[in-house]
């Protein structure tokens, strides 16, 4: 819908330049250079006609969610050495001093006058638009004068309501400037739940790319967002602001001073990571959302006089929990990892068919026991040290 907002007198704008003949000969004239605000809303701006040297169209379609408020105001601008100027006029340029709403999804063609231009030299132009009269908030429709004096300019095809429920790079553009996000600034987009007991959004673009939107749940706001572009390659447009923790341990695994520190995984996961007092990562823990210390323990689980450090990791919102174990065997750090294949064989599921969902294993400090819980069964098995498989750790091992 196209709704008029004010009608005011038609006045005259002042022109840039004047010239006392028809033929507009950008050669040796001194030009202005352009001074104005282009718009940054999703707005979709191209020349669908032109008529011999008279007018010419542009289609102005609005793509956002919101009605977009535009004006009548215009100027041909021309492209010279990579820089845009300001087209000299041959006589003034007369528009209507109007405000114009467009609702979300609709478009509209505005057909503006080449008069006030005289005859264009040959080259690379483009009309300034939707302007209300402050120089604010402009868009643009690029064309090119040709050397027989017709006009050429990119086709630009209609918007299906699919493309506007698609998000788009525009899109991808404005996030990045963002500080902070709300869920209801993806709702005017179509995406995909692809969260394994926590909120994760996935919007698709275009070209392969696709944007992942997460967080604990739809009453806290969005605690990531990443921006996975058509190459693989994985952008991290927003976190929150974390406080930098560091929490003194002391001795663990036969080394003095350690210590450990809090960074941020993917997809809401957040790390602590321990290290010696010589600054070597030995050990990693994580959990799904944001807490201030680790969940660890110290055992002795193989009777060497030095304890473990058992590390209860959950991998989801659905509480998909991991137990680790670390331990110093010979000066070297290794981890143990539960052998899960072995239990899946015992109990007769294929673990590498979704069998991570089918059960957790963790360290119940209320017991002094490490349990492996079949989901299938609700059954809790008790589990040891030797039922998990030790390999050399690294910072690198995650």
Known sequence: MRRLVSIVLIISVVCLAICSCNKNDNKGKDLVPVEETPGTDNIQVFVVDRTEGKDITVNIKNLSDEVFLYGEYYSIQILVDGNWFYAPTVEDVVVHDLAHELSPGASYAMTYSLLPYGELDPGHYRIACCDIGNKANIYYAEFNVMEDGNYDWEIVEPTTEEELLQICIE????????????????????????????????????????????????????????????????????????????????????????????????????????????????????DFNLVDSPVYYLKDLDGDGIDELICNCTYSADLCRRVYIYRNNNGIIEIGIFDQDRMASSLGYNYGLGGERYHNEYYDAASDTLIFYYRTEDTEYEITIDDFNFQEYSENYF
């Not at 909120?199 to 696709?210: Q, S």
């Not at 990443?226 to 341990?249: K, L, Q, T």
Request: glycine fraction near 10%; charge should be negative; aromatic fraction near 18%.
């Open 171 to 286: 899109d991808i553009n404005a996030l990045r400037a963002q500080t902070s996000f709300k869920w209801d600034d993806f709702s005017m987009y179509e995406g995909e739940d692809i969260g394994s007991g926590q909120f994760c959004y996935k919007y698709d673009l275009a070209d392969g790319g696709f944007l992942l939107v997460s967080g604990p749940d739809m009453d806290q706001d969005p605690q990531q967002i990443v921006f996975i572009h058509a190459d693989g390659e994985e952008e991290i447009i927003y976190v929150p602001e974390m406080e930098n923790i560091r929490i003194e341990i002391g001795p663990l695994l036969g080394y003095e001073d350690c210590y450990c520190v809090r960074e941020y995984y993917f997809l809401n996961h957040y790390g602590w990571l321990f290290y010696n007092g010589n600054d070597v990562e030995i050990a990693r823990q994580f």
